[in-house]
């Protein structure tokens, strides 16, 4: 980490072979970013392990972990209209949550400019959906740059903060998963550090900075009136780029990843089309175009996701009269997923079988076990769900919610039957109960989503008094996007911080019926789990263990660790298989003869499946025939 944070403050220009998320990190150095704020998730928290490399005192601007992405944007809107450069970055799904004040961003004078970094997800690799954000741009009018490869994410990142520091406008810099993680040799300019100017600026003669009735009419004529000025920038900015293969038949408009896709997909073509790759894909840089279109028979646009660009370039061909075939997306299939090289070679062989000619996959000589999600050996989610599911009827609902715990939906547990986004299941739990006498209803959320979104439907169901079972997983972090700490963690990025209680905040809030339980403690969660949903009143069960991949690595850490593990006496095992099939960890293997061995290499000796043996067949390393079993 040293090496790293060492490399992004480092003042001559050098080059260094780093994925996208690191590159972007220099980028807000040599930008002179002053304040940088986020919520963790994929594929943008590699980001943030950049950024903690830098040790707080030489790291040139303010970072914090917010607690959703609404504040994080608000904080950083904060402090661009303050004068401070400011960049805000969250993964796809979190502009849903940040919505309600991205969409004011452009309509204000922000004098110190703003970066809004996107992490959309095609393929829905670590996400509840695969959502276009280029919407949101085009809604609000924010212009957005696209990125290919870890070089364009450093040099667009610049580009984004002087246009936005330019123009007094939020600038979206959308990266897509694989170009967050790929790497390659970048080449960085240097750092000229100077002592920052950090006075005060807010100024309401800067604004109007209140969007009310005719106000806010004037701020849009604003907006509209920035986003023009864009457009004449992006026409002559130069990061366009033009691959001229002599074709003037056939041309292919594009950016991002597909971009790439496409070239490698070209390289053993005999007859290749021009190219026309954007940098600004909002707004689009419309003279380029319209040249580009003029001087070929047929286009194709390729793009991941939604026809953003295929709509906009086709209604300017349509404006300007031009006689050319466009081909867009066609099929279901195209959009859907990353157009990766296999993806774009098939979308392209479907318009111009002649060029380039779908290939069959390779098959593999031995086919990849499956290998389902499942959660971490000594995981006290899996101990909470073996023991939950005992206490509760098949016919019962159980509602999850966003995190590790997601996975219980999965079989032996299968807790968890709808899910939607953070925060929702205590509002589709009190939905459920609804005219429901019969079948009691129990939520499940982390301690992380806890303080990001749940607070407002915790709220309602308390003051409507909806009589559901709210199961707080707390496990002390946000495990599922790499152990970030939260505000009952007791420390943030920067520093220690007092922490939060879950169980204040819910006893603050009014919650008469709060029980606590480890959840190693398997027949104690049992009965408080029947009692929290046996009361006709909002109830919460915080079933609580710290998360053991997180315990186990700061363990392995300290001077003198010894792993433990645990092993089964075959002599005692009467191969229920109980370990196996119900509490399932991924330490069991049930060979052939149903005889249950244990995977040494996984186990960590956590010991909360002792007491799930009806047998007593599971017992320490090295206590064989001394009763191990709890």
């Not at 950083?76 to 970055?89: P, Q, R």
């Not at 190219?275 to 003279?287: D, G, M």
């Not at 339980?517 to 969660?525: E, F, P």
């Amino acid at each position: 980490m040293k090496k790293m944070g060492d490399m992004l403050l480092r003042r001559d220009a050098f080059s260094e072979i780093v994925m996208g998320n690191t590159a972007i990190v220099r980028a807000m150095v040599e930008a002179g970013t002053r304040v940088v704020s986020a919520y963790p998730g994929s594929p943008t928290p590699e980001i943030a392990t950049a950024i903690q490399a830098i040790p707080v005192p030489d790291r040139p601007f303010y970072f914090e972990f917010s607690t959703n992405e609404k504040v994080a944007t608000e904080l950083a809107y904060g402090a661009a209209v303050n004068g401070h450069l400011s960049t805000v970055f969250f993964k796809s799904v979190g502009l849903n949550v940040a919505a309600d004040t991205f969409v004011q961003l452009s309509l204000m004078n922000i004098i110190g400019g703003m970066v809004v970094i996107l992490g959309d997800d095609p393929g829905a690799n670590s996400s509840q959906n695969e959502q276009d954000n280029r919407h949101y741009a085009l809604m609000s009018y924010t212009p957005v740059l696209e990125p290919a490869d870890p070089s364009e994410v450093y040099r667009f990142y610049l580009e984004a903060a002087r246009l936005s520091q330019r123009h007094r406008m939020p600038v979206i810099l959308r990266l897509t998963t694989h170009v967050c993680h790929a790497k390659e040799k970048v080449a960085f300019g240097p750092w000229n550090p100077g002592k920052p100017d950090d006075t005060p600026r807010f100024d309401p003669a800067n604004g109007p900075y209140i969007p009310i009735t005719a106000l806010a009419i004037e701020q849009k004529r604003t907006a509209l009136a920035r986003l023009a000025r864009v457009r004449e920038h992006a026409e002559s900015t130069g990061l366009t780029r033009l691959v001229d293969a002599g074709n003037p038949k056939r041309g292919v408009i594009t950016m991002g990843l597909p971009f790439l896709s496409l070239m490698e997909v070209l390289e053993g073509a005999d007859e290749k089309p021009d190219i026309l790759k954007l940098a600004y894909v909002h707004p689009l840089p419309r003279r380029q175009i319209i040249r580009f279109l003029s001087s070929h028979q047929e286009i194709k646009i390729l793009e991941e996701l939604d026809d953003v660009l295929e709509n906009q370039i086709k209604a300017i061909a349509f404006d300007e009269g031009l006689q050319v075939i466009i081909s867009g997306k066609a099929e279901p299939q195209d959009w859907i997923g990353e157009y990766t090289p296999d993806k774009v070679q098939q979308v392209l062989s479907s318009v111009w079988p002649d060029m380039t000619a779908p290939q069959p996959a390779a098959a593999a000589a031995d086919p990849a076990p499956h290998r389902p999600a499942q959660m971490c050996p000594g995981c006290g989610h899996r101990s909470a769900f073996h023991a939950i599911k005992q206490a509760l009827s098949p016919t019962d609902i159980t509602v999850a919610d966003i995190g590790c715990h997601t996975l219980g939906f999965l079989p032996p547990y299968e807790m968890g039957q709808l899910l939607m986004c953070m925060g929702a299941s205590p509002a589709m739990g009190s939905g459920l109960r609804l005219f429901n006498t019969s079948r009691k209803v129990v939520a499940f959320m982390g301690d992380s989503t806890f303080f990001h979104a749940a607070l407002p439907g915790i709220t309602n169901a308390i003051f409507n008094r909806h009589p559901i079972t709210l199961i707080l997983m707390e496990n002390g972090t946000t495990a599922m996007t790499g152990h970030q700490d939260h505000p009952a963690s007791g420390k943030n990025i920067n520093r220690a911080t007092d922490k939060i209680p879950v169980r204040q905040v819910l006893e603050g809030l009014g919650v008469k019926h709060i029980f606590e339980v480890d959840t190693y403690q398997q027949a104690k969660l049992i009965e408080r789990v029947t009692e929290a949903t046996g009361i006709e009143e909002f109830s919460v069960v915080i079933a609580r263990h710290p998360c053991m991949l997180k315990f186990t690595r700061e363990q392995r850490r300290k001077p003198g660790f010894q792993q433990k593990h645990v092993e089964i006496d075959q002599a005692v095992c009467e191969r229920i298989h109980t370990c196996v099939q119900t509490f399932g960890c991924p330490t069991f293997t049930r060979d052939a003869d149903g005889r249950v061995t244990v995977n040494t290499d996984l186990c960590i000796g956590d010991g909360s499946c002792i007491q799930t043996c009806p047998s007593g067949a599971i017992v320490p390393a090295g206590k064989k025939g001394k009763g191990g079993a709890a």
